[in-house]
C-alpha cells in the first residue's frame, strides 16, 4: 500500500461559504448545490485528484466535526422525547453526506465510510484502507481528513493503491513525503 497523490487545502475557520464554493468552481467543472461547510472542504481536497482515481476507488473520510452533543442532542429528542428534530442537530448528524458528494463527484462505486477523527485518525483511516485493499475489494482508496482549529481549517486527501508496503507516519506531512502536494489556500 503506497501514497501515489496528496492534495491539501487550508484557510481561515471564519471563510465564507461563498468563498469555497468560488474555488471549488475553479476546480469542478459542475459542483453540486447546496453543500455544507464539510462537503465543500472535501471536495475542494479531492477535486485535484479526480484525474488519478478509479471507478472501484473506496472512500475514506474523517472530520474532527459534528460534535457528539449534537449527536447525542438528536438522538434525545427523537428517541426519547419523540420529538422533530432541530434543524441545526439534524445537518450535522449527517456527515455521510459529504463521502456522497466527493464519491459522486469523482465517480467513485467503491466503499464510503465516515467516521470521527480522534487521536489517530490517520492511522485509524490507514487500517480501513488496508482491509479493503488487501482484500482486493478495491484498487485504490481515497483518505481525507477535514480539520477546523486554531481559527483555520485543513482538509487533506492521500491516494493510495495495494502496491508496496504500508507508507511510515502518522500526519499528513509524514505520508506525503516526497510527493508533490496539490495545495490551496484561502486566504
Known amino acids: 500500500m503506497r501514497v501515489i497523490a496528496a492534495s491539501r487545502v487550508s484557510g481561515r475557520q471564519d471563510a465564507s461559504e461563498r468563498e469555497l464554493k468560488s474555488a471549488l468552481a475553479q ?3 459542475h459542483p453540486p448545490r447546496r453543500l455544507d461547510r464539510l462537503s ?7 477535486a485535484p485528484l479526480r484525474g488519478r482515481v478509479q471507478a472501484d476507488c473506496g472512500l475514506y473520510l474523517a472530520a474532527d466535526y459534528p460534535a457528539r452533543s449534537n449527536m447525542f442532542a438528536l438522538l ?3 428517541c ?3 420529538r422533530l428534530p432541530k434543524p441545526f442537530e439534524f445537518v450535522n448528524s449527517v456527515s455521510n453526506a459529504a463521502g456522497f458528494h466527493v464519491a459522486q463527484q469523482l465517480g467513485l462505486d467503491g466503499p464510503n465510510l465516515f467516521i470521527g477523527a480522534g487521536q489517530q485518525v490517520w492511522r485509524h483511516l490507514l487500517e480501513l484502507a488496508e482491509l479493503d485493499l488487501a482484500g482486493g475489494r478495491v484498487s485504490q482508496a ?6 477546523e482549529d486554531g481559527g483555520a481549517f485543513h482538509a487533506e486527501a492521500l491516494l493510495l493503491d495495494s502496491n508496496g508496503a504500508a507508507p511510515e507516519g502518522g500526519d499528513f506531512a509524514g505520508l506525503s513525503a516526497g510527493l508533490a502536494v496539490e495545495q490551496l489556500t484561502l486566504d
Do not use: E, G, M, P
Open 40 to 46: 465543500l472542504q472535501a471536495l475542494l481536497a479531492a
Open 27 to 29: 476546480r469542478l467543472a
Open 142 to 147: 481515497l483518505l481525507l481528513l477535514c480539520r
Open 76 to 78: 434525545d429528542s427523537v
Open 80 to 82: 426519547l422525547q419523540q
